[in-house]
């Protein structure tokens, strides 16, 4: 696995990703790249000799990413001076703390774990830190130390995990429903009961059920930016992660499989009841909801992020959708609103439910 960075060819400094542009941006000589001219330079990667030889066996020859015996952490080195590099085992994209050169661990982003899509940050650095003040500021007894210099300076871009997982649910569902009709004739009031007996059955189509892909404690902060936009997926390249941090999941598919099936179930149930709608009362007898397919996807969405911790412990932290621009906050002092927002986003999209009405009397 390497550690790779762009060096600009103009001059040599680290090429970033620039969300308002949407291309690379040098920030020495501000030379602007298109995709496809990054594409065509050859990544600078740090090579096994560079690497450091903490091995825990002491074996020579290591490759550049070892690991500190007892410890989490990784250490690569950064392919532009040299520095090392310490990251946690998903970390996917970061920086050099010596020299600033983003670094793009390429195997925690390839293989099993090249995403599939990628919405890049669309806002950049300057309008989160301003977006980021003006919410403080309506805020009130947020402490200074929550957006003193040094504490902005630590707002920074992530893409986080996610999956997304698309079913197609077959169904039936059987019940009653009623209607009554009411009308005078003369002083008296006739009241009529008609009992129908309805069958539904076909397929639903649940699409983009979404869920993030860690285990960590930051699910909550990550999910209270949501919903993106996710029509605006793009194929990933791994240059959208120049310049940004990018944490590789670790959840699997499988161990999430069970509850977004279940969630489909519900929402295709809910689907099929709605076409029961022209009685004043219902009665579901019998309902079944099976997934006859499944597609998953694995993708990288953007978030700014400033975490701050109190001296009893307590976490805050300020999150913001990179996309959409979305903010949510729990701040010190004063709380923000917690936020419950569920991870369930979807759509439920009708393929086909062919209805039959009988009639009783
Ligand atoms: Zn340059
Ligand atoms: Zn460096």
Known sequence: MAAISYKCPNCGGP?????????????????????????ALSPSSASEEQAPDLNPEGMPGSTEESRASGEQAVIYRCPSCGAEVVTSETTAATFCYYCHSPVVLEG???????????????????????????????????PHAFFNRDQIEKLSGIYYPF?????????????????????MSGDIEFTETSIFHFERGGSVKV????????????????????????ENLEPFHMGNLMGFAAERRSLESREIS????????????????????????????????????EHWSYLLLPVWVLTYGALS??????????????????LPVSFGKLLGASALLGSVVFALVLGILYMFF
């Not at 090429?15 to 594409?39: I, N, W």
């Not at 890049?120 to 403080?136: G, H, M, T």
């Not at 999956?163 to 009308?183: A, C, H, L, P, S």
């Open 15 to 39: 090429l970033g990703f620039d969300p308002e542009s949407q291309h690379y941006r040098c920030p020495y000589c501000q030379s602007v790249f298109t995709e496809k001219e990054l594409d």
């Open 108 to 142: 925690r982003v390839s293989g099993d774990y090249l995403p599939d899509s990628i919405i890049p940050f669309q806002i950049d650095r300057k309008k989160a830190v301003e977006q980021f003040l003006s919410y403080v500021r309506h805020k009130k007894f947020v």
């Open 163 to 183: 999956w997304t997982v698309d079913y197609e649910i077959q169904g039936e569902m059987e019940g009653t429903g009623n209607k009554v009709r009411v009308w």
């Open 207 to 230: 699409k983009k059920l979404m869920r993030n892909a860690l285990k960590e404690s930051q699910r909550e902060l990550i999910d209270s930016v949501m919903p993106y936009r996710l």
């Open 258 to 293: 069970p509850e977004m099936e279940e969630k489909a179930r519900s929402l295709a149930s809910a689907a099929f009841r709605k076409t029961v709608s022209r009685y004043s009362s219902v009665q579901v007898r019998h309902g079944d909801f099976q997934p006859i397919s």
């Open 313 to 330: 412990g307590k976490k805050y932290y300020f999150a913001m959708n990179g996309q959409t621009g979305e903010t949510h906050g729990v």
